[in-house]
């Protein structure tokens, strides 16, 4: 039988993961495995000494600093716990600027002296650590030779316990820092982020009146989509394994057409890989709520409820490594990459992200009466001003090669930000400018009728799936995000510039409400009529995917950054610089390091695929084609022959252009700029060129010959 004949016949075969499944009775209040491996406040209450216990949970609602005098008594109750629950080892597990995780494991052993070992972790231990950190990007904030980088314990993301077949190990959420103090993760400035955030929202708040707050949390609930194949394919395909994408691959007969996968029933191996991930993150205390089918075939979608960004962001790194890692027990591979498949759809990350109180309040949540009307307006107002102003940096926030493919391609948002709020939403904004709103006698606000805004629908068809930022009734949903990213840097730009915006507001709301005549109703609305006039024009509720919305963006003056070198130098732009050294969230050293390694990040990217294209085209696609055609000589059927040569030839020719614009001789070193525009306008092309050859033979070679499974195989075999 032809080779990927017999991979598909043992691909459609599976057993659920060793009978086990069903097999915990969820009815039992035993087999309840919620957060069972976190070292969650209840846990924390059971063992820490009183005094310990609430000064720890004032450092978790008010983001204090813990006194680390008290590291100690925490270090041994989390030893405990951590080894009645299997674990041997503990790390300190970080973010660096790879955009995943990183984890150095200690045993908690130390030899005793007597021969035998005694279990050790110090409140020190705990604290801080010191890892080998030379091999991690920096962007040239710690030269190599000054390796020392430290991980400081992040009290505020609790720790967690992942399980092995052969083991179990203390996760400890820390940020990572040079000596110097400079952040080398995603953590440190998302913190600072928030803290930014929470300053601002408590002053415009206190002049709205609501006096209460201690604290405002930004909240996000990320929903990740994903692809799953049969793990044979990927294993047969040098450039899933090597790049996370296909770099070939003819459009197979039957794409996402017929909208048949969209929230069709799960097939049951699929189901069953997705309860296993779901119990295992139930274990990590990751709120999973939802899941469905996604609409390309073979993609899917898992979505948590929203918790805030510091413990969101954690939970969503967890939630991409169990997604993977399960998979593994079932025969499949998870794809996180934005695009794995040319001309299908690609996977994003819909961050929904809100402000709340410490209070229970949803900053974002019209409400029910004219004063939470009012605060709604302010904050929304704020959002708009800051998404307007930093359109470009939003957009660099979420930028990278695998972004560069699905931007603006099938069913993702474009690579223009603009918001989307809504009919009614835009309406009262309209209508705020245009002073058809007197705010009057309390009780008939804003003059439109009614005594409160009018309903906004929450759910329902009043949604645009084509906007990269869209209003979806009590919070933003940012579309654009690439489904393999972390979400803590994107975060940290929202958060900063919406920091600088309510504190922009929050000044002229203080200016306005000066003079006796002043109410609170007045200014507010004065505040965001003048917010919604100058920014207005980043709000567009048509449709996204069209070439007439590029045309009018254009109109319009909005930034239409199409690939990751256009948009990444906003990460060092003055106004950028401005707002992130204002709030104290990374300092322009920083930003600059980011900007390096983010650059360099895509210029290497580019580099490993069009050196894995070359050497498939050359090993495995040429050879496959010439195969073919010795086949073809032997029958002396000229027609046939005259098909395949000169595709050959076209293929032979395209791949030694490839070659060349590999070469490191070739490519420019003065900057990370330079080379990943370099990556860009002449390594992509040519790569495109190869691929556009030989998927055009693909469809010409005898199947058995074909050496890379295909699209209608991978796509479609569950
Ligand atoms: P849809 O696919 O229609 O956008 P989902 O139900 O799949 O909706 O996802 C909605 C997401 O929004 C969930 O992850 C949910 O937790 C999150 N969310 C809801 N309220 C907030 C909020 N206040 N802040 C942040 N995220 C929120
Ligand atoms: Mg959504």
């Known amino acids: 039988m032809p080779r990927t004949r017999q991979q598909n016949v043992t691909a459609a075969q599976w057993n659920a993961n060793g009978s086990a499944l069903g097999s915990p009775d969820l009815t039992l209040p035993g087999n309840q495995v919620f957060a069972s491996n976190v070292f969650s406040p209840v846990v924390q209450r059971h063992r820490l000494p009183k005094h310990v216990y609430r000064a720890l949970q004032k450092t978790l609602a008010r983001g204090e600093a813990l006194d680390t005098s008290l590291a100690d008594a925490v270090a041994q109750a989390m030893k405990e716990w951590?080894?009645?629950?299997?674990?041997?080892?503990?790390?300190?597990?970080?973010?660096?600027?790879?955009?995943?995780?990183?984890?150095?494991?200690?045993?908690?052993?130390?030899?005793?002296?007597?021969?035998?070992?005694?279990a050790e972790f110090s409140g020190k231990e705990l604290i801080q650590g010191e890892p080998d950190a030379s091999s991690f990007?920096?962007?040239?904030?710690?030269?190599?030779?000054?390796?020392?980088?430290?991980?400081?314990?992040?009290?505020?993301?609790?720790?967690?316990?992942?399980?092995?077949?052969?083991?179990?190990?203390?996760?400890?959420?820390?940020?990572?820092?040079?000596?110097?103090?400079?952040?080398?993760?995603?953590?440190?400035?998302?913190?600072?982020?928030?803290?930014?955030?929470?300053?601002?929202?408590?002053?415009?708040?206190?002049?709205?009146?609501?006096?209460?707050?201690?604290?405002?949390?930004?909240?996000?609930?990320?929903?990740?989509?994903?692809?799953?194949?049969?793990?044979?394919?990927?294993?047969?395909?040098?450039?899933?394994?090597?790049?996370?994408?296909?770099?070939?691959?003819?459009?197979p007969p039957k794409g996402h057409e017929l909208d048949d996968h969209y929230f069709g029933s799960i097939p049951e191996r699929i189901l069953a890989?997705?309860?296993?991930?779901?119990?295992?993150?139930?274990?990590?205390?990751?709120?999973?709520?939802?899941?469905?089918?996604?609409?390309?075939?073979?993609?899917?979608?898992?979505?948590?409820?929203?918790?805030?960004?510091?413990?969101?962001?954690?939970?969503?790194?967890?939630?991409?490594?169990?997604?993977?890692?399960?998979?593994?027990?079932?025969?499949?591979?998870?794809?996180?990459?934005?695009?794995?498949?040319?001309?299908?759809?690609?996977?994003?990350?819909?961050?929904?992200?809100?402000?709340?109180?410490?209070?229970?309040?949803?900053?974002?949540?019209?409400?029910?009466?004219?004063?939470?009307?009012?605060?709604f307006l302010f904050f929304c107002a704020a959002v708009i001003q800051a998404v307007n102003k930093h359109q470009a940096l939003l957009r660099a926030s979420i930028a990278s090669a695998g972004q560069d493919h699905r931007l603006g391609a099938n069913e993702a948002p474009p690579a223009i930000i603009s918001i989307f709020l809504g009919a009614e939403l835009e309406k009262v904004f309209t209508a705020i400018e245009a002073g058809?709103?007197?705010?009057?006698?309390?009780?008939?606000?804003?003059?439109?009728?009614?005594?409160?805004?009018?309903?906004?629908?929450?759910?329902?068809?009043?949604?645009?799936?084509?906007?990269?930022?869209?209003?979806?009734?009590?919070?933003?949903?940012?579309?654009?995000?690439?489904?393999?990213?972390?979400?803590?840097?994107?975060?940290?730009?929202?958060?900063?510039?919406?920091?600088?915006?309510?504190?922009?507001?929050?000044?002229?709301?203080?200016?306005?409400?000066?003079?006796?005549?002043?109410?609170?109703?007045?200014?507010?609305?004065?505040v965001v009529k003048d917010a919604w006039t100058a920014n207005k024009q980043v709000v567009f509720d048509g449709d996204g995917y069209s070439e007439a919305w590029h045309k009018e963006a254009e109109k319009r003056g909005l930034a239409n950054l199409r690939t990751t070198p256009d948009a990444l130098p906003w990460l060092v732009n003055k106004q950028t610089i401005a707002a992130f050294k204002k709030y104290k969230v990374l300092s322009k050293r920083e930003l600059d390091a980011r900007y390096e390694v983010f650059?360099?990040?895509?210029?290497?990217?580019?580099?490993?695929?069009?050196?894995?294209?070359?050497?498939?085209?050359?090993?495995?696609?040429?050879?496959?084609?010439?195969?073919?055609?010795?086949e073809l000589r032997a029958t002396g059927l000229e027609e046939l022959i005259a098909e395949v040569e000169p595709l050959i030839k076209e293929l032979h020719f395209a791949l030694i252009k490839l070659e060349d614009a590999n070469l490191k001789d070739n490519q420019p070193d003065s900057s990370p700029q330079k080379w990943a525009v370099y990556m860009r306008d002449t390594v992509i092309?040519?790569?495109?060129?190869?691929?556009?050859?030989?998927?055009?033979?693909?469809?010409?070679?005898?199947?058995?010959?074909?050496?890379?499974?295909k699209y209608s195989e991978m796509l479609f075999i569950k």
């Open 685 to 709: 092309p040519a790569m495109d060129d190869v691929r556009d050859v030989a998927d055009r033979l693909e469809k010409l070679v005898a199947d058995d010959l074909w050496p890379l499974p």
């Open 273 to 375: 890989y997705m309860l296993e991930v779901e119990l295992e993150l139930a274990k990590l205390g990751v709120p999973i709520k939802t899941r469905h089918n996604e609409v390309a075939p073979n993609q899917y979608e898992v979505a948590p409820i929203f918790e805030n960004s510091n413990v969101g962001a954690d939970h969503q790194m967890i939630t991409m490594q169990i997604l993977q890692n399960t998979a593994r027990r079932y025969g499949l591979l998870c794809l996180l990459h934005e695009k794995p498949f040319a001309g299908v759809n690609g996977s994003g990350k819909h961050n929904n992200w809100s402000m709340g109180t410490d209070t229970g309040l949803n900053l974002l949540e019209p409400g029910d009466t004219p004063a939470e009307n009012l605060q």
């Open 82 to 118: 951590a080894m009645e629950k299997g674990a041997t080892h503990y790390t300190h597990w970080f973010q660096p600027l790879t955009g995943s995780t990183a984890e150095k494991h200690d045993s908690f052993y130390g030899p005793a002296g007597d021969g035998t070992a005694l």
């Open 599 to 630: 650059t360099e990040q895509y210029a290497v990217t580019i580099n490993i695929e069009s050196e894995t294209a070359a050497a498939i085209a050359r090993t495995m696609l040429l050879p496959a084609a010439v195969r073919y055609l010795n």
């Open 137 to 251: 990007p920096t962007g040239g904030i710690r030269a190599t030779f000054e390796a020392r980088g430290y991980t400081a314990w992040d009290p505020t993301s609790p720790a967690f316990i992942l399980e092995n077949p052969n083991g179990a190990l203390l996760c400890i959420p820390t940020a990572f820092t040079s000596w110097t103090g400079e952040a080398l993760d995603h953590k440190i400035p998302l913190l600072r982020s928030m803290d930014a955030l929470s300053g601002a929202a408590v002053r415009a708040l206190e002049l709205l009146d609501v006096q209460d707050a201690a604290r405002v949390f930004t909240t996000i609930g990320c929903e990740q989509e994903y692809f799953l194949i049969d793990e044979q394919y990927y294993f047969e395909r040098p450039d899933l394994l090597t790049t996370g994408r296909t770099l070939y691959g003819a459009q």
């Open 436 to 526: 058809k709103v007197q705010p009057s006698k309390p009780g008939s606000f804003l003059g439109l009728g009614t005594p409160v805004l009018p309903p906004l629908p929450l759910h329902g068809g009043d949604r645009n799936r084509t906007s990269p930022f869209a209003f979806t009734g009590n919070k933003f949903e940012f579309r654009a995000l690439g489904s393999s990213s972390s979400p803590a840097f994107p975060n940290t730009v929202l958060n900063t510039i919406v920091a600088e915006s309510v504190d922009e507001l929050a000044d002229k709301l203080k200016d306005a409400l000066k003079g006796s005549a002043a109410t609170l109703e007045k200014a507010v609305t004065k």
